[in-house]
């Protein structure tokens, strides 16, 4: 019986084990689906609270490193099957539904998973500034995009719960 592998300690060793997951999981497509899905191109400057982000028509994936590093087991089990889907609905149904029944069959029947249209990683050290906001229900925090639109008279966001107009505190 062999041991399992330790994780890995440093980015680079993560992003090392990303490629050759993203590598396995195109090989083993290609190998089910009887196609010929190039090997993507992988980098590791996805920001914000995306964990990935698949390029369909540059057949490129690209990556969170702030979030990788504190998420590796879900990057390496959910995360890279999950973008190397897209591209491979892409490739074999055209433009589809991001998350839709041709992303999830593959997900299901190449990966064995339900796939998931967001994650539930802890965004806390990837999250921007926001600013306070007030309604009838309370304080609201929009973020600096949204603040500036307000700022510059382009948007007015109203409450989900009260329907009324936020206002800057």
């Given amino acids: 019986m062999t041991l399992p592998t330790p994780s890995p300690t440093t980015l680079e060793d993560m992003q090392s084990n990303i490629i050759a ?10 190998k089910q689906l009887a196609i010929n899905l190039a ?3 992988i980098s590791f400057n996805q920001r914000g609270k ?5 390029r369909l028509q ?15 087991a879900a990057f390496m089990s959910e995360v890279v099957p999950h973008e190397v889907c897209h591209l491979l609905a892409y490739t074999l149904y055209g433009r589809v539904r991001p998350h839709g029944k041709e992303w999830r069959s593959l997900m299901s029947q190449l990966f064995r998973l339900t796939g998931h249209t ?3 990683m802890d965004v806390t050290k990837v999250s921007g500034k926001t600013f306070p906001y007030v309604c009838e229900c309370g304080q609201i925090e929009l973020s600096i995009r949204r603040h500036n639109k307000v ?3 382009q948007q007015r966001y109203i409450c989900r719960q009260c329907s009324e107009i936020l206002q800057p505190i």
């Fill in 21 to 30: 997951r993203v590598n396995a999981c195109v090989t083993h497509a290609n």
């Fill in 39 to 41: 090997q993507p191109t």
């Fill in 50 to 54: 995306i964990a990935g982000c698949a």
């Fill in 58 to 72: 540059s057949n490129t994936l690209k990556f969170n490193p702030v979030l990788l590093v504190d998420n590796y």
């Fill in 118 to 120: 967001y994650h539930k």
């Fill in 151 to 153: 700022l510059r008279q």
